[in-house]
């Protein structure tokens, strides 16, 4: 299977089988994220409110990417301040550049690495920010470790961004400003900010990044995602869908 295919599989795979076990009903605040890989299950949602499945689904979008999409498959969105929504999710689906999946006492434990679109921010908002968090994906996304391969993305205020790049520096990272393509000059993100994207010689600890990297002024929002423990939906070329 190629890519796309393995993408559109696991994002059908995904909304069916959360509608199946409950975890995806009429009435719902869902959280929808951005990329390549989350659209096609955006469309997959939107096919299961067009066959009558789902009724009264309330969407937040995490990027204007998503939220065109939304609107052109008639998806009703809302932002995290509207009174309908209150500022919490019911649940969340997203893609992601990296998962780690480490069995720990029988479960497995999923770290991420966000933000390949530059919507690490608003998709932090939103899924640290809802009851339920489930990630797709394909095969390739999945890795051992975190640091060392996909680029981790740091929103950072434009002004810090030296001040930023210094103090990831003395954390060993090698720092990219990430560059816009058909555009001269750098991403400017849907918050107005720029993205360093770092990698490192060796792995890094994904939970204890996020909190430094976070503490660091000028940084906004950190790619890596490990307070929660999503379920991981990956799609394999063989055209199985593994859960993790």
Not at 214 to 224: D, L, P, R, S, T
């Amino acid at each position: 299977m190629t890519q796309s295919e393995l993408k559109t599989l696991v994002g059908k795979t995904a909304i069916d089988t959360l509608i199946e076990e409950g975890k995806i009903f009429s009435g719902m605040k869902i959280g929808l994220g951005t990329g390549s890989t989350a659209i096609p299950a955006v469309k997959r949602l939107a096919s299961r409110i067009a066959d009558g499945t789902l009724k009264d689904i309330k969407a937040v979008p995490t990027s204007f990417q998503t939220q065109i999409c939304c609107e052109e498959l008639g998806i009703p969105v809302y932002s995290m301040n509207d009174k309908v929504i209150n500022g919490h999710l019911d649940l969340t689906i997203d893609g992601a550049d990296e998962i780690c999946s480490v069995l720990e006492n029988g479960t497995y434990r999923n770290t991420l690495i966000k933000g390949g679109g530059a919507a690490l921010l608003r998709e932090k908002i939103v899924a640290y920010n809802s009851t339920y968090y489930a990630i797709v994906a394909d095969e390739s996304k999945k890795v051992a470790n975190h640091g060392t391969k996909f680029p981790l993305p740091v929103e950072v205020i434009g002004e810090a961004r030296i001040p930023v790049q210094n103090e990831l520096e003395k954390l060993g990272a090698k720092c990219t400003l990430r560059e816009g393509v058909k555009k001269c000059g750098p991403v400017i993100t849907d918050n107005g900010n720029m993205i360093l994207d770092c990698v490192w010689e060796q792995p890094v600890d994904p939970v204890k990044m996020e909190e430094i990297i976070n503490k660091i002024v000028g940084v906004v929002e950190v790619g890596f995602f490990t307070k929660l423990n999503p379920t991981a939906f990956v799609s394999n070329s063989n055209g199985t869908v593994e859960r993790y």
